[in-house]
């Protein structure tokens, strides 16, 4: 899990523009917002993979797949400016979004609880 935040925060990085496209058009400044959260799944993926670490950066990963959620909903509430991607996953996405919160938590150390 550590890495697969890890490499979708670079990708906020290398494809930043793509991100923006994303981003609803009621926040502001969608080039900070896309490098911050990129930047956050960075953390939480290094976080997830040290144990001292784990618990915090599970939390953090919570916060930050709430805090994205919007950008997936705006997604799919305009499936015409997404073309390439099937209104199916545009939807499947919104879900997926508890699971992956459900998988992070399972990093919560048990002692730390």
Sequence with gaps: ???MYIAA???HFAFTRR?????????PAHRELVLASGAAEIACGVGILMTATQSAAAWGTVALLIAVFPANLWMAQHPDRF???PVW???ARLPLQFLLMAWALRYRRQDAV
């Design 1 to 3: 899990m550590g890495a």
């Design 19 to 27: 991100y923006e496209a994303i981003m609803p058009e009621y926040l």
């Design 83 to 85: 073309a390439p991607v």
């Design 89 to 91: 996953a545009l939807y």
């Design 9 to 11: 925060g670079i990708a």
